[in-house]
């Protein structure tokens, strides 16, 4: 069982760990695929721990709000399997793909079925499972309403410059949805599907909202969030498999060997790493290593478990 410090412990580490990354001279390059991702400036870094009752810890600029880009991919992977359970997994695989999120390649070689969830062609997959289960079109993103719910913060949103941006620029990922869609593996509408997909990358989120958000993944989907559809104890256990092997991309096993807990990651710069019976983590930093994950909030994660004593090996 990891360490259970308390609140004042853990508001001074994050303090701490605060001052130490606005002194950090390599922040990484902010993602500039998305150009609307490369106005945000490359100096915010904001760090939130929510335990698993009360008010999220919080330091640096933990309430600035951001694009939670492929974070949103965990938000959809529960919505997705409330709908049709594990029959997904006849869609999408189970195991790290070792190559970047939005690579092609293995998805011919493995005829239009994606590794994991939580690569953007897995992520496409289940945007076409939500569409179709969803009667009516013009309702509310149900991903959008999931981290609402969760959050307790009706006010968070879909930021529509980052959205256009994405639309404009996405044409790999239409590839990638196109290609599903001549192998059987998407059953809508190809172009409206990438859509869904880059709106819920496109949701805005705190440190402080993504922490409450992704609680539920550290206690067990127990308690508050237990009226959520498709979140059982068993299922949370396996999100948070995923999470290990295949959060960070072609990164994965790196960051587990670095961090030692289930993380995912966003171009955003936002990073969520679990806790399992302890709480969730957010941090948050727009620049990006070469695999598209954050420096900084690796970098203030690691050290924040390390000098916590959370791990779950
Ligand atoms: N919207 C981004 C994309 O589709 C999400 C990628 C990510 O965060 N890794 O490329």
Same mark, same amino acid.
């Given at each position: 069982?990891?360490?259970? !410090?308390?609140?004042?412990?853990?508001?001074?580490?994050?303090?701490?760990?605060?001052?130490?990354?606005?002194?950090?001279?390599?922040?990484?390059?902010?993602?500039?695929?998305?150009?609307?991702?490369?106005?945000?400036?490359?100096?915010?870094?904001?760090?939130?721990?929510? #335990?698993?009752?009360?008010?999220?810890?919080?330091?640096?600029?933990?309430?600035?709000?951001?694009?939670?880009?492929?974070?949103?991919?965990?938000?959809?992977?529960?919505?997705?399997?409330?709908?049709?359970?594990?029959?997904?997994?006849?869609?999408?695989?189970?195991?790290?793909?070792?190559?970047?999120?939005?690579?092609?390649? =293995?998805?011919?070689?493995?005829?239009?079925?994606?590794?994991?969830?939580?690569?953007?062609?897995?992520?496409?997959?289940?945007?076409?499972?939500?569409?179709?289960?969803?009667?009516?079109? *013009?309702? #509310?993103? !149900?991903?959008?309403?999931?981290?609402?719910?969760?959050?307790?913060?009706?006010?968070?949103?879909?930021?529509?410059?980052?959205?256009?941006?994405?639309?404009?620029? @996405?044409?790999?990922?239409?590839?990638?949805?196109?290609?599903?869609?001549?192998?059987?593996?998407?059953?809508?509408?190809?172009?409206?599907?990438?859509? %869904?997909?880059?709106? =819920?990358?496109?949701?805005?989120?705190?440190?402080?909202?993504?922490?409450?958000?992704? %609680?539920?993944?550290?206690?067990?989907?127990? @308690?508050?969030?237990?009226?959520?559809?498709?979140?059982?104890?068993?299922?949370?256990?396996?999100?948070?498999?995923?999470?290990?092997?295949?959060?960070?991309?072609?990164?994965?096993?790196?960051? *587990?060997?670095?961090?030692?807990?289930?993380?995912?990651?966003?171009?955003?710069?936002?990073?969520?790493?679990?806790?399992?019976?302890?709480?969730?983590?957010?941090?948050?930093?727009?620049?990006?290593?070469?695999?598209?994950?954050?420096?900084?909030?690796?970098?203030?994660?690691?050290?924040?478990?390390?000098?916590?004593?959370?791990?779950?090996?």
């Amino acid at each position: 069982m990891p360490n259970q !410090p308390d609140g004042t412990e853990i508001q001074s580490v994050l303090d701490d760990i605060a001052i130490r990354m606005a002194g950090e001279a390599d922040r990484g390059e902010v993602a500039s695929y998305i150009p609307e991702l490369a106005r945000v400036p490359l100096n915010r870094f904001g760090i939130a721990v929510a #335990p698993l009752h009360g008010e999220p810890i919080i330091a640096g600029d933990a309430e600035m709000p951001f694009s939670i880009q492929s974070i949103s991919k965990v938000f959809a992977l529960v919505v997705a399997l409330g709908h049709v359970g594990a029959s997904l997994w006849r869609r999408v695989g189970r195991e790290p793909s070792g190559d970047p999120f939005n690579s092609i390649v =293995q998805l011919e070689f493995e005829r239009g079925k994606p590794r994991n969830p939580f690569i953007n062609p897995g992520a496409i997959v289940v945007s076409d499972v939500i569409l179709e289960h969803q009667s009516d079109e *013009a309702d #509310p993103h !149900p991903v959008l309403d999931l981290c609402q719910r969760l959050a307790d913060a009706p006010d968070i949103t879909v930021d529509e410059d980052v959205f256009a941006s994405e639309v404009a620029t @996405g044409d790999r990922n239409r590839a990638l949805a196109y290609f599903m869609l001549a192998e059987g593996n998407i059953r809508g509408d190809a172009t409206k599907v990438t859509e %869904r997909y880059f709106r =819920q990358c496109s949701i805005e989120m705190s440190c402080r909202q993504l922490a409450a958000a992704t %609680r539920f993944l550290a206690t067990g989907g127990e @308690g508050a969030d237990a009226d959520i559809a498709g979140v059982t104890p068993e299922r949370v256990r396996r999100l948070n498999a995923l999470m290990m092997t295949c959060g960070c991309y072609d990164a994965s096993g790196e960051v *587990a060997f670095r961090i030692g807990l289930p993380c995912k990651s966003g171009v955003g710069g936002g990073l969520v790493a679990i806790v399992p019976g302890v709480g969730s983590i957010v941090a948050w930093s727009p620049g990006l290593d070469k695999k598209g994950n954050s420096v900084l909030a690796l970098k203030a994660i690691e050290d924040l478990a390390h000098r916590l004593g959370w791990s779950v090996f």
